[in-house]
């Protein structure tokens, strides 16, 4: 994923800048950017974030930078905010999204003008500059900003720093959120809405999908009205979204412990103890302990001192003695226990499997899993929240494909698998229990989860669950 934050203000924006950004930390690991507009023109930093987070690589940055208007961003692919020069004017460019045509659009801006692109590592399109490319196809911005998005399959939501002016751009189906905050000397855009709040800024409105609007320091236009379909990730609630953001008025936190709540309802295991893995399962397992009048307790506890983000190297074996090093053992909380544990979702079943294996060796007696949202049946093509490049490397689908018998399943037979009141749910859940050596296993159920977030199945993007887009 990737998350943005921008700022239009009658002061100096830079630290109102650099800690709207630092706040979006969870959502990418690679790079993260920030550009201003001043007295001395466009200034840019970007940092590689992979080792050590936002904040320590840009501290001595905020020095430097001066301007009253800004953006920036966390990512977890390609470096960014990036500065072009084009017959629209020079503006800074920043992006949340996907673009499943790449190369498709690479020919389509080859075809209809003069234009080249300067690679990422490893030869790849920066998908950013494609989108400043595109949009520059055009006389205006909205219109070239309509055109990307209507080019592009995948999402894009998009901040363009112009001199004088932000303007910002929700994805055509609101994928993503784009939330506008206000303070008497200005205004901010960002993706998660509690970054605006220990800066002074109170809530204003959410942009709706493929809504356009600028703003300085001293107004915010609508350019553009939204559209009328609306399809926001529902894991945006389940996984990345922080507890103390709120996206079209419902708060990540309590929206989770009703899922907790629901998940209950329709459980009656008994354990000793709830906990959640890791820390986007917190808020669900004690939605679930208070409905079942069962201790939340923590088994283990992350050692966060030298182990603060998720990062992880490619080798397998390091990878895995990393994650064990990252947790320390409560033994008396773990010793001869009956612990449920709900994580937020499983998607190849790796680490959860590992955490399961570690309690074992800790001396747990029963290990029971209740995943806070359905079986993951398919990659997302709208967002980057996951790294899996193929559908095999989510269990549910290679145990699926075990059950058939080859991997090419007709849509028909998934959607069997997708109706949690069916054997063929039942057989998949129960093989990847045994796979994953846990005591019981029981998703929620997409029903459930869409009423725990409330607004309404039609306005959703349940893809991932069950391909429906």
Same mark, same amino acid.
């Given at each position: 994923?990737? #998350? ?12 109102? @800048? ?39 690589? %840009? ?5 430097? @930078? ?21 017959? @629209? ?12 045509? @790449? ?7 080859? !075809? ?13 399109? *920066? ?15 909205? =219109? ?41 000397? #200005? ?18 409105? =959410? ?17 553009? !009205? /939204? ?23 419902? *708060? ?25 893995? /890791? ?28 182990? /603060? ?19 320390? /053992? ?90 949690? =009141? ?15 050596? %846990? ?31």
């Amino acid at each position: 994923m990737s #998350g943005f934050f921008g700022v239009a203000s009658k002061k100096d924006c830079v630290m109102h @800048l650099f800690f709207g950004v630092d706040y979006h930390s969870h959502l990418g690991t690679k790079r993260g950017g920030m550009a201003v507009f001043g007295e001395n023109g466009f200034q840019k930093r970007i940092h590689n974030i992979e080792n050590s987070p936002f904040r320590t690589k %840009f501290e001595h940055d905020v020095e430097e @930078l001066k301007g009253n208007i800004g953006i920036g961003c966390i990512s977890d692919s390609e470096a960014q905010p990036l500065l072009v020069n084009s017959h @629209l004017g020079s503006f800074a460019i920043s992006t949340v999204g996907r673009i499943n045509n @790449l190369e498709e659009i690479r020919q389509y801006c080859f !075809e209809n003008g003069k234009v080249q692109f300067m690679e990422m590592n490893n030869g790849l399109l *920066n998908p950013t500059e494609v989108v400043a490319s595109l949009i520059n196809q055009k006389d205006n911005v909205v =219109d070239g900003i309509v055109h990307a998005q209507n080019m592009i399959k995948g999402s894009m939501s998009i901040l363009l720093l112009f001199s004088d002016k932000i303007v910002a751009a929700r994805d055509k189906y609101g994928r993503t959120p784009i939330i506008v905050g206000k303070k008497k000397d #200005g205004y901010c855009l960002t993706f998660e809405s509690s970054a605006y709040l220990n800066l002074g800024y109170k809530y204003i409105k =959410d942009l709706g999908p493929g809504e356009i609007v600028t703003i300085t320091a001293d107004e915010l236009e609508v350019l553009k !009205e /939204p559209n009328d379909n609306m399809k926001i990730c529902s894991f945006l609630w389940t996984y990345y979204g922080y507890p103390t953001a709120t996206y079209e008025g419902i *708060n990540v936190e309590t929206m989770r412990y009703r899922c907790g709540e629901l998940m209950r309802k329709r459980d009656d295991v008994e354990v000793d103890a709830v906990a959640g893995v /890791p820390d986007s399962g917190i808020a669900h397992a004690i939605g679930y302990a208070n409905a079942a009048h069962l201790p939340y307790t923590r088994p283990f506890i992350k050692y966060t001192p030298t182990w /603060p983000r998720s990062f992880m190297p490619q080798n397998q074996s390091q990878r895995k003695l990393i994650a064990k090093m990252k947790l320390i /053992p409560v033994q008396e909380l773990i010793q001869n226990k009956k612990l449920l544990l709900i994580d937020d979702s499983i998607v190849r079943g790796t680490q959860l499997k590992e955490t399961a294996e570690f309690l074992y060796d800790s001396g747990v007696k029963e290990v029971h899993v209740r995943p806070a949202c359905p079986p993951i049946m398919f990659g997302c093509k709208f967002l980057n929240f996951s790294r899996s490049t193929s559908e095999m490397d989510l269990i549910a689908r290679r145990v699926i494909a075990d059950l058939e018998g080859t991997n090419d399943v007709p849509s028909e037979i998934i959607d069997e698998y997708t109706n949690p =009141d069916s054997e063929k749910h039942n057989q998949m859940v129960q093989e990847i229990c045994r796979r994953m050596n %846990f005591k019981s296993l029981k998703y929620h159920r997409l029903d459930d989860l869409i009423e725990a977030i409330g607004i309404g199945e039609e306005k959703l993007c349940t893809y991932c669950f069950n391909g429906k887009e």
